[in-house]
T-cell receptor
């Protein structure tokens, strides 16, 4: 059973370009969470999605950032017109149904975005 | 405002020492508290705690939750260099949906 798969592992973009980060949840998981982590800091919640629905995007900047989790395929975190401040590690986590007693999030290895 | 605070921020010990990491929280509609270990990659799950006073144990690691005082501790006995990592605490709140709040982590460095 493959874990949470994120790609690419490393992504380099120039200012103004677009970054697309992909996350395939664990098999059987229908909930996906995206987090951002700056050096020496903890994980900051960005967005929580279920299939075809955004449940909570309160942690995501209003501009340039968007996320989706289509019926088929991975979840995508998209950052348009990247700026240097977007450089960070972006982690995706998945969990099974939210109403189970053990709602444990399992994390992918992250995508390290560097904006030149 | 919901928040999770971990202390200390960093810790340096020698192999064989025992360490205690702290996590305090203020989260509405608490559901669970989770501990993760993060090395240079994905955070890996250690423990989930939902009830006060019940210790969870795995080898040299153990953790306990106090829901009255709103904190948890993670103990590591007989530390090894392989324990060096950032330890993250996360608290799940239950609203219309599940929301996880992470602390900033405790960076543990175990020296030989």
């Amino acid at each position: 059973n493959a874990g949470v798969m994120q790609n690419p592992r490393h992504l380099v973009r120039r200012r103004g370009q677009e970054a697309r980060l992909r996350c395939s949840p664990m098999k059987g998981h229908s909930h996906v969470y995206w987090y951002r982590q700056l050096p020496e800091e903890g994980l900051k919640f960005m967005v929580y999605l279920q299939k075809e629905n955004i449940i909570d995007e309160s942690g995501m900047p209003k501009e340039r950032f968007s996320a989706e989790f289509p019926k088929e395929g991975p979840s995508i975190l998209r950052i348009q017109q990247v700026v240097r401040g977007d450089s960070a590690a972006y982690f995706c986590a998945s969990s099974p149904r939210a109403d189970v007693a053990k709602n444990i999030q399992y994390f992918g290895a992250g995508t390290r975005l560097s904006v030149l | 405002e919901d928040k999770v605070v971990q202390s200390p921020l960093s810790l340096v010990v020698h192999e064989g020492d025992t360490v205690t990491l702290n996590c305090s929280y203020e989260v509405t509609n608490f559901r669970s508290l989770l501990w993760y270990k993060q090395e240079k990659k994905a955070p890996t799950f250690l423990f989930m705690l939902t009830s006060s006073g019940i210790e969870k144990k795995s080898g040299r690691l153990s953790s306990i939750l106090d829901k009255k005082e709103l904190f948890s501790i993670l103990n590591i006995t007989a530390t090894q260099t392989g324990d060096s990592a950032v330890y993250l605490c996360a608290v799940e709140g239950l609203y219309n949906f599940n929301k996880f709040y992470f602390g900033s982590g405790t960076k543990l460095n175990v020296k030989p």
